[in-house]
């Protein structure tokens, strides 16, 4: 045993414990002896389903020289014992569980115990990531400068996506904007990556509140666990689609040249952003299904009376989605498609763009070559390439964190786990800088819309 402060954990009912000292090699003549009794008011936590509530003690030990210590105990009764370093939280019985005599240690991935417990699957949430990092109880202020950080990176990137979308909706709300079908998706991107934004605020903000204040109503916690992160994924993957029905309008363009009828255009683009919220939610029912509460409850610690029920009733509450294989597997493949599909639309809708240009040009002017052509193609369109790019890097974040044991020790690297999260987010920010910017038809508008506002607005 190392020097340091360990907890000793004994479970029975009536027990008397003898600790034996030794150090590496040669036996030090150092003997000590506790006696100590459980009753029915000693605290109770779950240990198996044969004993759903049982009765424990902790004791708490400093070991100051490092070296070979022998524990056992000796009881009428059966006794269980383990070690833990630093402190036993009845409520997670696997967390700081160093040694155990009765069996292997439990593994992380499980919540809860023997008998009401939920086995974690893939899928790190922002519940999964921040839990062991709040602390229940304790104003905001106090708690750990990452969260602090945390809390202040997340208004500062709901600051820049509410710029971006203010200005992006100045720009395609221009009549000039909406002359075919690309401005009006552009349009509804500017709100929905502002709702996005808004609700991974909202969502960050339910996490550390609801941990911060462990009395915090059940229906409250139901309420959040069903809908905010579906309504958050719902905002994200439309972001995404509208992004590529952008670039296979761009795409149509090149292939029809002069007969592209800009009317039409118009009109399938207002059914497919009245329809597309209804497809994308139709592939997230499955979560409003299978996402539920899990709560698991210890009993009283009637020992200390100067403890009110507020610090002695402990309860966890954990966010999750129970899927069966074939569900997980269906879930899976929804995060591939929502995450990688506008990816590859936007891919293929750059190239056949820079190709199937070149290959118009390269009819219409033979004193070029076709390689030409497509050099001339890309620098006029390489914007195209470049943001479906910057859009899937920035997503890739979030792919794999979806895909990640949910029992992921978080709190050992808390940032290489939270980074990502928030990076994932970053693409509902840069819609002005990825499509209004690098374009002199959009940028033209966004100033003749800014310099209009200005005018009506009284100095």
């Known amino acids: 045993m190392e020097c340091g402060r ?34 029915d008011d000693s605290p109770t936590y779950y240990r198996d ?66 008998c009401n417990f ?23 202020n106090n ?11 997340t208004i500062i990137m709901f600051i820049a996506g509410l710029i971006n979308s203010i200005l992006s909706f100045i720009t395609f709300q221009h009549k000039d904007s909406q002359q075919v079908g690309c401005g009006m998706y552009l349009l509804t991107s500017s709100m929905t990556s502002l709702l996005a934004i808004s609700m991974f605020i909202i969502k960050f903000w ?43 309008e761009r795409a149509i363009l090149i292939f029809k040249g002069v007969k592209f009828d800009k009317k039409k255009s118009k009109s399938i683009a207002r059914r497919t952003i009245l329809i597309l919220p209804f497809c994308i939610f139709g592939t997230l029912i499955h979560e409003l299904v299978y996402r539920q509460l899990f709560v698991y409850e210890t009993g009283l610690d009637k020992i200390d009376m100067n403890k009110t029920n507020e610090d002695t009733n402990n309860r966890y509450v954990s966010c999750i989605t129970h899927y069966s294989p074939s569900i997980q597997d269906y879930n899976t493949a929804i995060l591939f498609f929502h995450l990688v599909g506008p990816f590859i639309v936007n891919l293929f809708s750059a190239l056949f763009i820079i190709f199937g240009g070149a290959h118009q040009r390269s009819m219409a002017r033979t004193n070029q070559n ?23 890097v920035l997503s890739i974040p979030r792919l794999i964190i979806s895909l990640l044991p949910g029992c992921a020790k978080t709190s050992e690297n808390l940032w290489l786990y939270l980074g990502p999260y928030f990076i994932s987010f970053t693409p509902s920010m840069l819609i002005f800088l990825i499509f209004v910017f690098p374009s002199e038809l959009y940028m033209k508008a966004f100033k003749q819309s800014f310099n209009r506002i200005r005018r009506c607005t009284p100095s």
Do not use: M
Request: charged share 15%.
């Open 206 to 248: 339910f996490v550390v509140l609801t941990h911060i204040n462990v009395s915090t109503s059940l229906s409250v916690l139901r309420g959040g666990c069903a809908y905010i992160e579906p309504i958050l994924k719902l905002f994200l993957y439309l972001d995404g689609w509208l992004n590529a029905c952008v670039a296979v």
């Open 143 to 153: 708690q750990s400068f990452s969260i602090k950080f945390s809390a202040g990176l």
């Open 370 to 392: 076709f390689k030409e052509h497509v050099k001339e193609q890309f620098c006029e369109h390489k914007q195209l390439i470049i943001s479906p790019i910057v859009l899937l």
């Open 118 to 140: 939920y086995l974690k699957g893939i899928g790190l949430t922002l519940d999964d990531i921040l839990r062991n990092e709040l602390q229940p109880n304790i104003v905001l």
């Open 49 to 114: 389903c044969q004993v759903p509530q049982c009765h424990y003690e902790t004791l708490q030990i400093h070991v100051n020289t490092t070296g070979l210590y022998v524990l056992w105990s000796k009881s009428n009764i059966n006794a269980y014992g383990y070690i833990y370093k630093n402190d036993f939280n009845p409520l997670k019985p696997s967390e700081n569980l160093l040694l155990s005599h009765d069996g292997p240690k439990q593994s992380s991935c499980v919540i809860g115990d023997q």
């Open 6 to 39: 360990q907890k000793f954990v004994i479970v029975s009912k009536v027990y008397e414990l003898y600790d034996l000292f030794y150090l590496t090699g040669t036996p030090v003549n150092i003997q000590l002896r506790y006696s100590l009794k459980l009753t």
